[in-house]
């Protein structure tokens, strides 16, 4: 079976500051990660994905996530961080079938600090 | 143009009545899901349907009940509404070979 663990579920940081939010799956295959991101009161807005390739994918609005195999980790960074990026961060596993399950973690708020 | 789009948006209702969502996507997508993310924002997956034939249910109560009249269209009628089921729903849809998904707005239910 598949999961997503998202270890912290609060992050506070400073406007300018470095952020990086933790992700670690299980899955039996080599998995297709997403990040996504739910600002207050809105749906969910992909960030990026990993397929397969390059373990370095970019995304919008300034994110990058590194697939670590070894580690089973996907975790999100952004080099400087804005206001407008506090959200509720949701990271999620899936497989390429027709059924299509994706599995999301418990999600990670972000908090961002004047 | 609206990818995913949810009606009604938000939805108050007593106890015991029976409610429908409706959702509807204009990406040619094969597969649509209903979500359910509780009070504390986590989000779980209830149904999926691809090609109008259910894929997946997660033990969700038969009072649950989707409906999928066309590709476009995934419907959730729920019957004999539960405080327990105030929540915020989100419709999704994407295509069969690729694994991205696109969420509708949410409907927000208030069962009091």
């Known amino acids: 079976a598949q999961s997503v663990t998202q270890p912290d579920i609060h992050i506070t940081v400073s406007e300018g500051a470095s952020l990086e939010l933790r992700c670690n799956y299980s899955?039996?295959?080599?998995?297709?990660l997403f990040w996504y991101v739910q600002s207050p009161g809105q749906g969910l807005q992909l960030l990026l994905k990993?397929?397969?390739?390059?373990?370095l994918v970019q995304g919008i609005k300034g994110f990058e996530a590194e697939f670590k195999r070894s580690q089973s980790s996907f975790n999100l960074r952004k080099p400087s961080v804005h206001w407008s990026d506090a959200a509720e961060y949701f990271c999620a596993v899936g497989a390429n079938t027709n059924a299509g399950k994706s599995t999301f973690g418990d999600g990670t708020t972000l908090t961002v600090k004047p | 143009d609206t990818a995913v789009s949810q009606t009604p948006k938000y939805l108050v209702t007593q106890m015991g009545n029976d409610k429908s969502i409706k959702c509807e996507q204009n990406l040619g997508h094969d597969t649509m899901y209903w979500y359910k993310q509780d009070s504390k924002k986590f989000l779980k997956i209830m149904f999926s349907y691809n090609n109008k034939e259910l894929i997946i249910n997660e033990t969700v109560p038969n009072r649950f009940s989707p409906k999928s009249p066309d590709k476009a269209h995934l419907n959730l009628h729920i019957n004999s509404l539960e405080l327990g089921d105030s929540a915020v729903y989100f419709c999704a849809s994407r295509q069969a070979t690729r694994e991205t998904q696109y969420f509708g707005p949410g409907t927000r239910l208030l069962v009091l």
């Open positions: 899955y039996g295959a080599t998995p297709y």
């Open positions: 990993y397929f397969s390739g390059d373990t």
